[in-house]
């Protein structure tokens, strides 16, 4: 018991030790660098979902698919908890593949639509170009042709303005 003791006595110190002394100038009178500041907890359950669900994806099976749908469903609540809108898109387009991988390609489509919508609130249009693309490929999957062509324009015209 008193090995114990004695043992967390020793970590406790380590750990007060290695605790900066806010007042130090550091090194040869210089002011110590700032650490970059700490990822919250919830950022990084929002990263960790967002790659966990691209890993999936590239399984492309069913059960994989399901799986990506939960996280990408967690991302787009995380996303959204911190006001993150550059990971509420990615969450949404994740959604939109996972969705499409299970055959519910109106649904996936939803999904890329509410993509294309959030540039015109958050006046970011990165991934529209592949979003577009998505949304004339899933229209010919279904022999909407029209609807295809529509977006096949809109893809191409993108294409245009973002190499100009």
Not at 72 to 93: C, I, N, P
Not at 117 to 127: K, P, Q, S
Request: zero cysteines.
């Amino acid at each position: 018991m008193y090995k114990r003791q004695a043992q967390e006595g020793k970590l406790a110190q380590e750990q007060v030790e290695q605790v900066e002394d806010p007042y130090s100038t550091g090194e040869a009178g210089k002011a110590p660098e700032k650490a970059a500041p700490a990822e919250s907890a919830t950022d990084a359950e929002l990263k960790r979902a967002l790659r966990d669900g691209r890993a999936l994806l590239k399984e492309e099976t069913e059960p994989a698919f399901k799986r990506s749908l939960e996280l990408f469903e967690k991302a787009l609540t995380l996303a959204r908890m911190v006001g993150d809108t550059t990971q509420t898109r990615r969450a949404t387009r994740g959604l939109a593949a996972s969705k499409r991988g299970l055959g519910d390609r109106k649904g996936a489509i939803s999904h890329l639509k509410e993509v294309l919508e959030m540039r015109r609130t958050v006046g970011d249009a990165a991934g529209d170009t592949d979003a577009l693309g998505a949304i004339a490929d899933i229209y010919t999957e279904l022999g909407d042709l029209e609807n295809a062509g529509r977006y096949y324009d809109m893809y191409l015209n993108q294409i245009d303005a973002d190499s100009s």
